[in-house]
Every structure is written in C-alpha cells, then in structure tokens.
C-alpha cells in the first residue's frame, strides 16, 4: 500500500486523485491533505480518509475547520497558512506527495516534499516553469522522482517507456483548441468569462481553462516538457486535435511516432503517475476507436493565440524570465475572471511584463531570485492596469 499525500485536496485534481483512492483501498492510503479556502470539502476529505496530519491555506477558515471536525477520532494535528501546506508535504512516511495546487503557490510545498525524499506525481506544471532551476538540481540531489500528472506530459512519459537514451527526436504535444477554438479570431474582443470558461472537452479548474482558452496552457507545457524531456524548443511542437483523445505524441529517431490515447480523462494520469511502473486494472470505460470517430488536426493560429509564441520565447531565453511570465499569466487572468480586464488583455499584460524583465533576467536564478521575480511579475501587471477607465477598455502597451 502506498502512502500519499495530496497538496490541493479540494480541487479539480484533488477530488479525482481522492476517487483513485477511494476505488483503491488496498494500494493507497492518504497520510496528508491540503486545501486552500474549502472549509466543507476539506472536513468531508478528512472524515472519509483519515489523514495524519492537514492544513487549509486560508488561516481565519482554520477555527471553522477545527470545530467541522470535533468529533473526528483520532484528531488529524491540524495546520494553517502556506506553512502548514509546506509542512504537511514534508510530513510523514508519505512516499508520494501529488502537488495539486494550482499556480506558483505550489513550488514551495513541492521543494520541501522533494527535501524530505518523496516522489513527485507533478499536476503543477508552475513547479518546473517557474522554479526548474532550482527545482531539478534538488530532484537529483536527493534521488526522487518527479513523475508527470497531467495527461500531455504523462502522454510522453508513457510514450518514452522502453525508448532507448538518444531515440527521442521531436515531442508532439496535442491541444483542444479550447473554448475558442472555432471562434473568428475578430470575436474575441467580446468575449466574456462565461464564454472562456466552457471548455468543450475538459473539467478542469477555472484557470487552467482560461489558460486553455488562451493556449497559454499549451505554452507552458512546451517549457515543462523542455524541462522534463530535455528536447530543445525547436523539437516540441503544437498541434490541434480538438477531440483530445490522443494526448499527446513522440516521433523517435527512425521518424517512427507513437502515441497514447484515451477517453478525456485526468484520472487515467494520476493513476499512473501514483502506481508508475505498474499497470493497474480499472473498471473505467475503455476507449472504443469506432465511438470515438474520426480524429482532425491542424496547425494552431498564432493570430488568435499569441501566447503560445510569447512562451517559446520565454522559454528560449530562459533564467528568471519564464518565472516571470507564469507569474504575469497568474496575475492577468486572474484579473479576466474578476471582469476587470477584457480577454485580449491577458497576452498584452503578458508579454509588456515581460519585455520590462528582459534586461534583469537572472541566467542561473536562486529560490530567491525566482520568489522576487514572481512578486515583481504580478504587480507590474496591476501597475499596468490600474489606470483603466472602464472595464472594457483595451489597454494599449507599446
């Protein structure tokens, strides 16, 4: 049986990798949970699952967490703020720490779980984007392993099982298109909150789906790819395959390309990222190919998704500035879903935020040089659109 513990309990990837427990009593059991602001969710998580040790990063919901559980026995040792979800990942004999978290907020609580010697099943790509520099030398310092979660990367980790060093030649990462995905590109200036968060194949959480509205998501996966698989930018490629039933793919050097596919399905990734090198049965529906249909691809339109080149960039130039452009992707669309910016602001604010880093960018940045460039990154972006008149206003940055 192995021990985990699950940093963002309460959200999109914490809810499926707690029904895989669930469904597997007799291979995982919960030592650590972890939760932002749901006082509920998290009360019901620690009724059902028992765990040692929990934290809720909101520190005033802490007394209302407290009496939710009361008459729980044994009592969990119960935790606050973002140093509690820190100490809850480093806690205990977890083997396997999953960093559901969404956004920066989970590179501390990955590194303190990667100092105390626990696998990584990674469904926070910020982890690498933002903090690889640091992050890998510490993988490799103390013999973890950092295994993908999310159903692109873990795509290619399946993919590469068995595939000798030196016979990967190009990644192939597939993309929904997102919500926008058959919209004329003159529409987006129009576009509501409402409309980017109707992804027509994923349930994910309210973030990671504007980001795939704007394809920022598929950009960031191009940098964490770089930096799970070591390929250069110029071999990991984008391609539209609006039905996500392959998930991604890899051409060896004999130009042979394989792929995995399967139902739009997060829980299929968790599980292996948690059982990886088994191959567990599941009662899950089985991809029927005659079902599934045809399956289209075409090349992304860079005209109605610019962030995707904004993160090439990034990622090329390296150091300190994809911290930088994760944390002002954070902060802009943060700003959409509050209706204080429109849609195509989110790359404007983006790439000013980032041409203003690109004579401070730190080739070899320290912890601490990626945590100020995060800081900096989100208030320049409220520097720039502080001075709206109203909220549908387009701002101008160059």
């Not at 969404?102 to 469904?123: F, N, R, S, W, Y």
């Not at 030196?166 to 192939?172: S, V």
């Not at 299929?268 to 009662?283: E, F, G, Q, V």
Request: hydrophobic share 45%; with cysteine.
């Amino acid at each position: 049986m192995k021990a985990i513990t699950l940093v963002g309990s309460t959200g999109s990837i914490g809810t499926q990798t707690l029904d895989i427990v669930t469904q597997y009593p007799d291979r995982f059991r919960i030592v650590g949970l972890a939760a932002g602001n749901n006082v509920e969710m998290l009360a019901a998580q620690i009724r059902q699952f028992r765990p040692e040790i929990a934290a809720i990063c909101s520190k005033d919901k802490l007394p209302a967490l407290k009496e939710a559980i009361i008459d729980v026995d044994p009592q969990p040792i119960l935790l606050a703020g973002d140093a509690g979800v820190i100490e809850v990942a480093r806690y205990g004999d977890a083997q396997t720490v999953v960093t559901g978290i969404v956004g920066c907020a989970g590179l501390l609580p990955t590194i303190a779980a990667i100092e105390a010697g626990k696998d990584i099943a990674l469904a926070n790509k910020e982890t690498l984007i933002a903090g690889a520099p640091v992050v890998l030398p510490l993988v490799e310092k103390h013999g973890v392993k950092l295994l993908p979660a999310d159903s692109e990367h873990s795509a290619i980790f399946q993919c590469l099982q068995g595939v000798p060093k030196g016979g990967l030649r190009k990644i192939l990462l597939t993309a929904s298109g997102g919500a926008f995905r058959d919209w004329d590109v003159e529409k987006l200036a129009d576009v509501t909150v409402a409309d980017a968060l109707k992804h027509p194949n994923w349930s994910m959480g309210r973030k990671i789906t504007v980001d795939s509205a704007t394809l920022m998501n598929k950009g960031l996966e191009v940098i964490e790819a770089h930096f799970l698989f070591g390929l250069d930018y110029d071999d990991i490629e984008i391609v539209i395959h609006p039905q996500s039933i392959i998930h991604s793919l890899i051409e060896l050097q004999d130009t042979s390309v394989l792929a995995q596919l399967g139902w739009p399905d997060m829980r299929l990734p968790l599980l292996y990222a948690l059982s990886w090198p088994d191959r567990i049965y599941t009662n899950w529906e089985r991809l029927d190919l005659v079902k599934a249909g045809n399956f289209t691809f075409c090349e992304p339109d860079h005209q109605k998704y610019p962030c995707m080149q904004l993160a090439y960039a990034v990622g090329k130039a390296g150091g300190s500035m994809p911290a930088v452009l994760n944390a002002a992707n954070e902060q802009a669309v943060a700003l959409f879903l509050d209706e204080k910016i429109q849609f195509l602001d989110i790359p404007r604010c983006i790439e000013w935020v980032c041409d203003r880093h690109q004579n401070h960018n730190r080739a070899n940045p320290s912890l601490d040089d990626i945590l100020t460039a995060d800081k900096w990154a989100r208030q320049e972006v409220l520097t720039a659109t502080e001075n709206f008149e109203t909220h549908s206003q387009i701002i101008s940055l160059r």
